[in-house]
């Protein structure tokens, strides 16, 4: 079982609709969660992080996080044709020595189709 | 502030030399880490250097990689006698450690072909 895993996708939705990217990690001590933002053909970029249970509102974006379930999302509101992109998800996870480390997925290729 | 740098930003070298490949992460971070992404697949970790601690190499692919981190700032990713499949896209990204763990900020990557 991959630590951090994600649906490749492509997800596709239309202009306007909500996209829900979904997103779920192994049962390790875990602190943050992020999501990042890549364009085809650029770095990845932080868009939203979250540390505690429920909801956190950015804007457009939604981070859900529901650490029982291991489970954390990323709802767009109002999608548009620029928000195609791939999303990654990305945990903290604690390793020894008391640091942390980050593991990615795969991520989910979005599409929003006008 | 400066971001992440990574240089070259493209490199095309011939079968079997060695490259090396050059991160200067932002000022203050403690950690670095090395991803490879090959054309359309995700982040590939590499390595992970942490403050002073022996660096977490569980990612490197064969003995040919290897990665130096001097004076807990700038890092160089040496790939010895390339091959074809080494050919991606190298990217770093620093981070710090905050009250609520590591932000990750990424450099523009380094693009390299092997011929």
């Known amino acids: 079982q991959k630590e951090v895993e994600q649906n490749s996708g492509p997800l596709s939705v239309p202009e306007g609709a909500i996209a829900s990217l979904n997103c779920t990690y192994s049962?390790?001590?875990?602190?943050?969660f992020f999501w990042y933002r890549q364009y085809s053909g650029k770095s990845p970029e932080l868009i939203m992080s979250?540390?505690?249970?429920g909801d956190k509102e950015d804007g457009r974006f939604t981070a859900q996080l529901n650490k029982a379930s291991q489970y954390v999302s990323l709802l767009i509101r109002d999608s548009q044709p620029s928000d195609s992109a791939t999303y990654l998800c990305?945990?903290?996870?604690?390793?020894?020595?008391?640091?942390?480390?980050?593991?990615f997925g795969t991520g989910t290729k979005l599409q929003v189709i006008p | 502030g400066a971001g992440v740098s990574q240089s070259p930003s493209n490199k095309v070298t011939e079968k079997g030399k060695d490259v090396e490949l050059r991160c200067d992460p932002i000022?203050?971070?403690?950690?670095l880490y090395w991803y490879r992404q090959r054309l359309g697949q995700g982040l590939e970790f590499l390595i992970y250097?942490?403050?002073?601690?022996?660096?977490?190499k569980s990612g490197l692919p064969s003995d040919r990689f290897s990665a130096e981190r001097t004076g807990g700032s700038v890092s160089t990713l040496t790939i010895q006698r390339t091959q074809q499949e080494d050919s991606a896209v190298y990217l770093c990204?620093?981070?710090?450690?905050?009250?609520?763990?590591?932000?990750?900020?990424f450099g523009p990557g380094t693009r390299l072909l092997v011929l």
């Open positions: 990204a620093s981070s710090f450690t905050g009250t609520s763990g590591e932000t990750q900020y």
């Open positions: 049962d390790r001590v875990s602190q943050s």
């Open positions: 979250i540390y505690s249970n």
């Open positions: 990305a945990v903290n996870f604690l390793v020894s020595g008391g640091y942390q480390k980050v593991t």
């Open positions: 000022s203050g971070h403690t950690a």
């Open positions: 250097f942490q403050g002073n601690s022996a660096p977490d």
